[in-house]
């Protein structure tokens, strides 16, 4: 886009094309189009900052740092719809805290899909993290209940629950969530520090109804993108950041405990600009 | 609904006096919003649009009297005409076994698929033994063994690579007397040329009558990537579509349909294994336009 040589109608519909097919959705598209004709912009490399600072501006006042109590146990719920990379979100959340010093231990919350629980095991070893577990089919409000026990007997800090995927439209389901948090406060006496929703970004606008969703069921405080190692851009996360005020925390990208880091506004801006 | 909101364009229009060939725009403008909200990809939905106007001036719609009913129709028939036309079957081929590849993105569903289509195919009267050809994934093996108890269909997951376990697979339902066996393989990337060629040459090895490519049927603009590449590399048969039980509007079908002509043969609707049904374009084009 940025070696047309003027910014004219051609160039606007190959912006709105390439905007559209990343997934920003085509509320923002149409928004971001309209104020480069307001401004009456004139050169590409002039476009490319607009743009950048467009985008850049929806991150305002986001802190995308994570709430640890110090001293305390802190619980992070991460939570979502079936297959965005919840559990291997755990694992590597547990290896990243690990090395920063902190003593995480793993609840096995998924206690319904054939495997979870061998799945994030498998992970805990890994990455040489505690895992607490039930069996298959226990209610998974007991399982975490054990965890900060034995997080308080192992002498651990950080609680991350992995939970299983759920659509947001299973009403039953959001009641399970809020019965995890309801445990975890009742059991601490203070609310999870964190529940991270899980999003994939191969995923389209129906990601906004899922975030809608789940924040009425509980307090969202941080998205975790995931998948942006494929050719999908996660345009859809600008719409969710502007729309619901909640930070993206961390991305991964890609399969291997150490495909995570930190959250970077400008870092996944650069990359999603054409 | 769309239908509602065409009306409306065309009542407002009309109190302006006749309508005119360039009223048509203003509900071609409602339309694209609704496909693209939809997740139908922009190129996909631009070249539908072409058609519907080209249709409704032919079709004189603005002289009609009910235009906005009149577009909808054209529209509904383009969307199923790329959607896709009778019930596809799932094709065993000559041999003994018949050889089913699962293959698609991470996350996408294949394994729970698997089990899913291993129950259609039991009570089709078919005997199954379901292939754990995923080598990679943490647990994935014992993911289709505990599906596979579920349904009492045998999983066979001995060897170190694809290959070795898909050519042990092949003895043993054999000697079970299967007719097909259905191989779950490992969640890849469409760029990752590796992993792609992987799948290459298992499909050129054992030649399978059916190479189904799971999707996530959330899935965004992406769709059009990953089934162009999938659909280069390897002899894809079809399409499965799944996690359709949520109220994702599901155009990724339209996208996919429309880049690769491959049929989309079932939809995944829940997690249980009874929750895949077969693909209806009709139902589905009441599904992508909300
Ligand atoms: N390429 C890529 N694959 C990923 C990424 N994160 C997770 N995956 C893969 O996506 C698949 C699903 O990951 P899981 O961690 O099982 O997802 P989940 O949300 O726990 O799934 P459910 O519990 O079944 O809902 C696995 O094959 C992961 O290896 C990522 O950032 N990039
Ligand atoms: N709600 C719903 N969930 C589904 C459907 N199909 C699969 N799932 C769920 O999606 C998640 C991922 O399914 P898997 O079968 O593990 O996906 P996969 O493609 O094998 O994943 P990888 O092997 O990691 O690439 C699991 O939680 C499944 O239960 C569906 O049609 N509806
Ligand atoms: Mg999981
Ligand atoms: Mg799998």
Redesign the interface.
Known sequence: IFSFSKIDDDLLDELEMELIQSDLGLELTNQLINEIKRQKITSTSELRDFMFNFFLSIFNGMNSQLNIIPEKINVFIYLGVNGTGKTSAVGKMAYYLKNMGYSPIIAAGDTFRAAAIDQIKLWGERVGVDVIAQKEGADPASVVYNAIEAAKARNKNILLVDTAGRMHTKSNLLEELKKIERVVEKTLGYKASENLIVVDATLGQNVIKQVETFRNAVDLTGVILTKLDGTAKGGVIFNIVKTFKIPVKFVSIGEDKDDFEPFDPKEFIESFLP | NLTGRLQDIFRRLRGKGRLSEKDIEEALREIR?AL????A???VVKELLNNVKAKALQEEVFRSVTPAEQIIKILYYELINILGGDRSNINLGVRKPGIIFLVG?????KTTTAAKLAYRLLQEQRRVVLVGADT?????G??????GEKIKVPVYLEGKTPQEIIEGAIKFSQEKLADVMIVDTTGR???DDEMMKELEDLSKRFEPSEILLVV?G?????AV??AEKFNEILPITGVILT?L?????G??ALSIKAVTGKPIKFIGVG?KIEDLEYFYPDRFASRILG
């Open positions: 919003q693209l909200e939809a997740d990809h922009y190129k993105l991470q996350g996408s569903g990679f994934r943490p647990a994935a014992k993911q289709l063994k505990v599906l990337l469409h760029i996530d959330m899935t965004g603009q992406d990537n990953i996690k039980d949520g109220d994702a509007r155009g990724a997690e």
